[in-house]
C-alpha cells in the first residue's frame, strides 16, 4: 500500500502562485511515475502533470509554461510549482502514484483562483 499526503491548496487571485506538494510513504517502488490530476464542479478529472522516477515530465498543453512538476526521490515527494493562475485553473488537485500494476491517489487539495 501507498499513502499519499497533499499539501499547498488554497484561494488565491488571478495572476498569483501556489506550490502544491504530496508526499508518498509505504511500499515505494523505483520505477514510479507521480503526478497531478484535477478535478473542477461538473468536470471530468483531467491531467495536469507528471514525472517519471528519472525526471522526464509531461504536462497538459492548458499549464505549459505556468506550471512546473518536480520530484524530491530522496523525499518521496512530489512538486508542483503553479504560476500566472487563472480562474479556470480552480478545482481540486490530486496527487497521484503509479507502478505498472497499481495507481494511488491522494484526497484532493483544492485551488481556488478567485478575486
Known amino acids: 500500500q501507498v499513502q499519499l499526503v497533499e499539501s499547498g491548496g488554497g484561494l488565491v487571485q488571478p495572476g498569483g502562485s501556489l506550490r502544491l506538494s504530496c508526499a508518498a510513504s509505504?511500499?515505494?517502488?523505483?520505477?514510479?511515475?507521480m503526478g497531478w490530476y484535477r478535478q473542477a464542479p461538473g468536470k471530468q478529472r483531467e491531467l495536469v502533470a507528471t514525472?517519471?522516477?528519472?525526471?522526464?515530465?509531461n504536462y497538459a498543453d492548458s499549464v505549459k509554461d505556468r506550471f512546473t512538476i518536480s520530484r524530491d526521490n530522496a523525499k518521496n515527494t512530489v512538486y508542483l510549482q503553479m504560476s500566472s493562475l487563472k480562474p479556470e485553473d480552480t478545482a481540486l488537485y490530486y496527487c497521484?502514484?503509479?507502478?505498472?500494476?497499481?495507481?494511488?491517489w491522494g484526497q484532493g487539495t483544492q485551488v481556488t483562483v478567485s478575486s
Open positions: 509505504g511500499r515505494i517502488f523505483s520505477g514510479n511515475v
Open positions: 514525472i517519471t522516477s528519472g525526471g522526464s515530465t
Open positions: 497521484n502514484y503509479r507502478i505498472p500494476v497499481k495507481s494511488y
